[in-house]
């Protein structure tokens, strides 16, 4: 399994947290492993942590305050929502530095996207 690079990391972690702070994100945490953010959405609060460093691939770990609004919105058989816990984690793959744009930013937008 290939490492994901240093300067790609860096991309990815400011694409994401532009892309959060354009759905209203509030920040709640930061230090050199981790950001946090709070953000309201169709389904309550959801919050949200960005790691940093990211080694063989890219993680997005959140978690619905009342996941049954959750489940309301999102369906009951959502497959990375977890109904009882709220949990709701994105991983995606290592992928090559032009695709982090095209390929992981657009996922991740469509993958919260819904939410508002």
Request: with cysteine; aromatic share 14%; charged share 25%.
């Amino acid at each position: 399994m290939r490492k994901v690079a240093k300067g790609n990391q860096d991309i990815f972690n400011k694409e994401v947290e532009t892309l959060f702070k354009s759905y209203g994100a509030i920040e709640t945490g930061r230090t050199e492993k981790f950001i946090g953010w709070n953000v309201n959405t169709k389904a309550g609060l959801l919050k949200v942590n960005l790691y940093l460093d990211h080694t063989y691939g890219y993680s997005i770990f959140s978690r619905f305050d009342e996941p049954k609004r959750a489940v309301e919105l999102l369906g009951k058989g959502h497959l990375v929502l977890n109904p009882y816990s709220g949990k709701y984690n994105l991983s995606l793959p290592n992928v090559l530095k032009k695709d982090i744009k095209t390929e992981l930013i657009f996922t991740v937008d469509c993958f919260f996207s819904k939410l508002f």
